[in-house]
């Protein structure tokens, strides 16, 4: 058993170094480009760091570039919709595609980030974590999982909210910690590879990616509600976050 703990441990370390030195290579001349997009409008950095909570709640620093106006980047709004003031013009295309994350590459690279793992969150909302939301702090947080491909469209769920942030943690939180802790009881190096053509046919086809997502959850026999969430047919009502019987009220 232990045996095959580090074999997982090593295998997943060995496919975060392979794929993230093929992906920032192969990447490089559009992340060239976006950041001088980014230093043509404001003539400011490009990139930005952030500080995210990851595995054993231990914080790192999160490379991402910026879409954000310089003086916006620190607020204490933590989820965004595609209407937010604070995104730059150029900033919506480098969120609309994705690009924005394929800096932490290079923290996949350093090894505090994995290529599959659950997104890694601010401090602020960890403090907010139930006793059974806590297990996704057991592992690496990654670039994509389930949640990132079941909620890729966060920008435009949140897009009409007067509240984000509740929004979020009403609509969002309890199944996307939901759809993490699935992933950390069922990891393997089959699913991660999986999950990361599911993130690549996701940018192509999100319905196919979503009924597949389903399929996996089924043959892993996810729960009845939670394989109806990921097909993301039915609209999102406030639901309870893992480990607790209360919607959250107040954010």
């Known amino acids: ?10 295998s997943k370390r060995l496919l975060d170094l392979f794929g993230s030195s093929i992906g920032l290579i192969l990447t490089f001349p559009l992340l060239i480009f976006a950041m001088i997009a980014v230093w043509l409008y404001d003539f400011k950095s490009p990139l930005y760091s952030a500080v995210r909570i ?8 999160m490379y ?23 995104i730059t013009p150029v900033g919506k295309y480098i969120r609309k595609f994705k690009i924005d994350e394929l800096s932490q590459l290079l923290n996949v690279f350093i090894g505090n980030m994995s290529l599959v793992g659950p997104r890694p969150n601010v401090q ?19 670039i994509t999982d389930f949640s990132s491909i079941v909620f890729s469209d966060l920008n435009e769920l949140l897009s009409q909210s007067d509240n984000p942030n509740l929004d979020y943690n009403q ?18 190096l089959l699913i ?60």
């Open 1 to 10: 058993m232990q045996f095959k703990f580090y074999v997982r441990i090593i």
């Open 54 to 61: 990851g595995k054993n709640k231990v914080g790192f620093k």
């Open 64 to 86: 991402k570039i910026r879409s954000m106006s310089v003086d916006k980047t620190k607020s204490h709004i933590v989820s965004t919709s595609i209407n937010d003031s604070r």
């Open 124 to 142: 602020s909302e960890v403090r907010l974590y139930t006793k059974e939301e806590e297990k996704i702090l057991l592992v690496k947080p990654g």
């Open 171 to 188: 609509l969002v939180r309890p199944w996307k910690s939901r759809l993490c802790i699935f992933y950390i009881k069922n990891q393997s």
């Open 192 to 251: 991660d590879l999986q999950l990361i053509g599911l993130t690549i046919i996701s940018i192509f086809n999100r319905k196919a990616s979503l009924n597949l997502v389903q399929s996996i959850l089924f043959k892993k026999d996810a729960d009845s509600s939670l394989i109806k969430i990921s097909g993301r047919t039915s609209k999102l009502v406030p639901f309870p976050p893992p480990g607790s019987n209360d919607i959250v009220h107040q954010r």
